[in-house]
């Protein structure tokens, strides 16, 4: 039984992690139609910020949370400005390379900066703090990090259902032309779905940094489970995105404590039995 | 007519002679040899320290080091192929076995090389072999440790390092030799202080042989083990992997992952205070730079498998000075892994001038009639001689041997070697001192 409430507490802590992880994929995907296979990339620049900045200007990594989430803006900003708005013109296919183009762009640019080496911040009022709840220790990193993404999923959720914004960006999501016809900037609207893509995960990449390591590479373990939360929460939507990743969290954990050989497997498996069964995923539309 | 057949005569034994020079005393002025390595991808951090220590030892080749006792710091290229140099191509597998085979091709079809190295990987070095046998080319392994690799009965495949059965081997003699007081400033440990065993190796070629090594020996040796698991390399998270090693109650955590996730399973462990009284690794991520310079002051009383020590300088002075070139050029310590890809160019260079020639087959006569001498080594090994040390082994080198240390004072601590015991560089930290 305690094992049990353990497992179940470590697989919601780390579910949090992934779901902010697919959000702006999902995000993008939802106003756009288009897949950034760049965004693990987005989420090791976040990284390597946090890393760069507790280790050469010895803040604390906490501190690097609203600036990684700043640069991540910047970064989804110029990414649509300078490489997405250009290939929407052109056919699928084209989409589809030039976010590829700019993940191993991202990557290997990274790897040239700071080399294959692997990295990991060492010090800060987080790292390595252990938090005891009776017979339940946890690491401090993790439910701060869970913390973090629970409000940042609240700002974002009330951002899209609450402001005039978030209505626009919800218009140009579901009908772009309309939208365009209403009067909505909807190149604006695309760069901002972007900018807040890119912001929601370099900030989760940020908060990873304090309890994981870092290394150029390090995005595509998380862009595969993205892709799985996006897939089951149903694209563009942030409830889903929420739901599916604490679910992927759990399946995660519990089943990687019964046959960890297969972890990977049975998160597939819950994939492909939505697909068949539900298509569009939990929320989808 | 004499005048004329003398001419004849004359003019045959120049033509002769100048054929012969051209073709079968021809100067050659360079060796290729490939080397696959995992350049990019999760194994980049390893594949870089192997191919400096393939780096540096292939410009001890070709350049003059008087102040270094082994013979190819005298040669300056190889010298019975008229100080040919020797020039390593190196191509990256990026860790995948089919792409690595894909290499292995290019390397011998275009590139053209005289013979193969690496590649690290025991899954890569397996496809990447196959290539080799069927073009007939000699593959040297020097760092892959998978026992299957040399029980293929390959004609064109040598290894240099020993393998797991070898270190699993070398684990439960260390065990043993615990709980019959052999190891330096412990007293006899008693085995129900470090029954029974739980171990957890990543689910690859290399894990899967290391599990199924650790499971046969167990058994053989009579101790227990509670959990013996693998895993998705490569893992996002380790918690519940973690979590089952803790609640197998086990004193003693054995791990066979690279250098990420044995990154991963060691903060796990300290984040959910486990306490074992022993933790021992298999080499791999255990060893590398990346480990100690990411844990710190974590790694210290972890045991691993290992190949190598700094502190081999002790005994061995050639260790000491090639190490100190090595970190002059890298800024890091020789690991078990990079010194053995150091001792693949130089058995290379040996077999290259043993076998005067670089024809397949004059390189594999050399191969097989090679004795290499334990002194010629940055290892603490006797030589390298192929054979059959272990049932079912063919072309596999029988002098090899493995050590276990253990980290002690880190961050600028050191690795020390505990086993052999008659070798052992310091005393051993027993029990696990904990993380703070």
Known sequence: MELTVQLIIYGTLMGLVFALIALGLSLIFGVMNIVNFAHGEFLMVGMYIAYLLSTFLHFDPIISLPLAALAGYLLGIMSYHFLIHHILRGPMVAQLFGTFGLMLFLRYLAMYIFTPDVRSIRTGILVGKVLTLGWVSLDLSKVISAGVCLISFGLVYWMIYRTKLGRALRATSLDSEAAQYMGIDTKKMNALAWGIGGATVALAGSLLAHFYYITPTVGMLFTLIAFAIVALGGFGSITGAFLAGIIIGLIMVLSGHLVSELKFTFIYIVYFLVVIFRPRGFFGW | ?436
């Open chain 2, 1 to 436: 007519m004499k005048r004329k057949k003398l001419f004849i005569i004359f003019f045959a034994m120049i033509f002769l002679g100048w054929v012969g020079s051209s073709t079968l005393f021809a100067q050659v002025k360079e060796v290729k040899i490939g080397v696959i390595l995992p350049l990019s991808g999760p194994l980049a951090p390893i594949g870089k320290s192997l191919k400096e220590g393939a780096e540096l030892a292939a410009d001890i080749v070709n350049k003059k080091y008087p102040e270094l006792d082994i013979s190819i710091a005298r040669w300056e290229g190889i010298p019975n192929l008229g100080g040919a140099k020797l020039t390593l191509i190196f191509a990256d597998s990026r860790g995948d076995p089919g792409w690595g085979a894909e290499q292995a091709k290019r390397l011998i079809e275009d590139e053209k090389v005289v013979g193969l190295m690496g590649a690290y990987q025991s899954a890569v070095t397996k496809t990447a072999s196959v290539e080799a046998e069927r073009a007939g080319i000699p593959f040297i392994n020097p760092d892959s440790t998978s026992p299957d690799l040399t029980k293929r009965g390959f004609k064109w495949f040598w290894r240099v390092t020993p393998h797991e059965t070898w270190f699993t081997r070398d684990l439960f003699d260390f065990l043993d030799g615990l709980v019959a007081g052999k190891a330096p400033g412990v007293k006899a440990i008693p085995k129900s202080e470090l029954e029974p065993l739980a171990a957890a190796g990543e689910n690859t070629e290399w894990g899967a042989a290391s599990l199924a090594e650790i499971e046969k020996f167990a058994k053989e040796r009579g101790w227990k083990i509670a959990e013996s698991f693998k895993y998705p390399h490569k893992a996002a998270d380790l918690t519940s992997e973690s979590r089952r090693l803790i609640a197998s109650k086990a004193p003693t955590f054995l791990f066979a992952p690279y250098v990420a996730d044995a990154i991963l399973f060691i903060k796990t462990l300290k984040e959910m205070k486990a306490s074992p009284r022993l933790i021992w690794g298999q080499d791999a991520g255990f060893i590398e730079a990346d480990f100690y310079k990411t844990l710190g002051a974590d790694v210290n009383g972890i045991l691993t498998r290992d190949l190598f020590s700094p502190e081999l300088a002790k005994v061995k002075p050639v260790a000491g000075k090639l190490n100190e070139m090595y970190k002059k050029m890298t800024g890091y310590d020789f690991s078990g892994s990079s010194a053995r890809d150091f001792v693949g160019v130089q058995v290379w260079a040996h077999v290259l001038n043993n076998a005067k020639s670089t024809s397949p087959e004059a390189i594999r006569k050399a191969l097989n009639e090679l004795n290499l001498p334990g002194k010629e080594l940055i290892m603490p090994w006797k030589g390298v001689k192929f054979g059959s040390p272990f049932p079912g082994d063919t072309q596999q080198n029988e002098l090899g041997s493995g050590v276990i240390n253990q980290y002690q004072g880190y961050p600028g601590g050191k690795l020390h070697i505990i086993f052999p015991f008659e070798a052992s560089t310091s005393k051993l930290i027993y029990p696990f001192p904990g993380w703070k």
